[in-house]
């Protein structure tokens, strides 16, 4: 694939619940990057805080301004062949592969993203993907966010791509998530029916927002901790970071999603890094017979250990 000649600026904010961040772990998490790109962008001069180049990862206050500059690199979107020892196979078939996608892997390359992808993981396995769509999406019909794990499907035939894309664009597909969120819903069973539309402050956040795109997330309360919640989600929508701006909007914020206002310290105390958030269902229509299909994965080992140290008490 050719390179490209764009150079990438980003006009970033600290938020009060951001203070305290180190400049690239701030960046890191703000553009989904990785930490090494992050601090070679600081180490070159690509980074301003407040109007200053920036060239150590200094701890960020409330209110700081940055502007991060990416320079134009070759192949940004090459799918890097790269195996992910953690990528589970729940299900080969002749038309599809479903897959259960640990943390810390995109669903496919994208600027500034340079770690593994299930694009790259599927082609380390060896496995013939659908070559429909743009080429760095290889039978990527549905994506999960960065930092958010479980099950995926991938089309392996041209026909799964068709059939199973058209099916993620009519909302057919049943797509059930498990979170653990803070507080206790109220009322315990109900819908947030609420747009979604890009963070006017930051263009790597979302928010609820007027004139958004329709965004609907139906939810059920499974156990009460006390702080937090483990609830089950159903997606009637797929926005962008949907789940994780519903339930902080609704003044829930997913367990360890500092992004989206979450309690730092109930997170340190559970040993999370990230969002309590995973794909634990996923059902669809066959792509070639039509029967109805359906997958679900366990709880990977961070999110599962969090889950015990809530129901023990010990945290």
Known sequence: MSGTDTTEIHELSVAP???GQRLDVHISKALEIQRTLAKSLCKDSMVEVNGRIVTKPLKL??????????????????????????LKIIADEDDYVVIDKPVGVAAHPSPGWVGPTVVGALMAEGYNISTSGAPERQGIVHRLDVGTSGLMVVAKSERAYTALKRAFKER???K?????????????????????????????????????RDSVTHY??????????????????GRTHQIRVHFSAFGHACVGDQTYGADPKLSAALGLTRQWLHAKRL????????????????????????????REGTY
Request: cysteine-free; proline content about 9%.
């Open 17 to 19: 619940d951001e203070a």
């Open 176 to 212: 059930t998530y498990h979170a653990v969120v803070q507080g206790l819903p109220d009322p315990l069973e109900g819908t947030i029916d609420a747009p979604i539309g890009r963070h006017p402050g930051h263009d790597w956040k979302f928010a609820v927002l007027e004139g958004g």
């Open 283 to 310: 059902g669809f229509n066959h792509p070639v017979t039509d029967q109805w299909v359906e997958y679900e994965s366990e709880y990977p080992h961070d999110l599962a250990g969090a889950l015990e140290l809530l």
């Open 172 to 174: 057919t597909p049943k």
């Open 220 to 237: 059920e309360m499974l156990e009460a901790f006390g702080r937090a919640s483990l609830v089950e989600i159903q997606l009637e929508t």
């Open 61 to 86: 206050q409330a209110g700081d301004k940055l502007r991060v500059t990416i320079p134009p690199q070759a192949d940004p979107l090459e799918i890097r062949v790269i195996a992910v020892e953690d």
